[in-house]
């Protein structure tokens, strides 16, 4: 696997930099995933209720809306944890290039 480079040295795995490309590709899984989940919300026919504020499940779909819905949860817990993941190792980037 080639990874890119960073002024003159190659990066290298348990590097921050690495780490934190690392986790920016699975970023963008994990939101592919998400979209895809929300595609396919969609396409069970739920629908968003602007009057009341709320989501309007056809009765036909619902156990299926359930399942995928938990899904989203999770994915949007999982995309929330990344986020802080990256945003340490960017300040590690930030406080380790201060200290040289």
Do not use: C, W
């Not at 994990?30 to 739920?46: C, D, N, T, W």
């Not at 944890?81 to 960017?90: C, F």
Request: aromatic share 8%; no cysteine; glycine share 4%.
């Amino acid at each position: 696997m080639v990874l890119p480079m960073h002024g003159k040295e190659r990066l290298q795995f348990g590097n921050i930099r690495h780490i934190l490309l690392a986790q920016q590709a699975h970023l963008r899984t994990l939101y592919a995933e998400k979209f895809e989940l929300q595609r396919i919300l969609l396409s069970l026919g739920v629908t968003y209720d602007q009057k009341f504020k709320r989501m309007i499940v056809p009765k036909k779909g619902n156990g299926r809306y359930q399942h995928v819905f938990r899904k989203l949860l999770n994915i949007q817990v999982e995309i929330n944890s990344v986020h802080r993941i990256i945003q340490m190792k960017q300040a590690e980037i930030f406080f380790s290039q201060m200290a040289d």
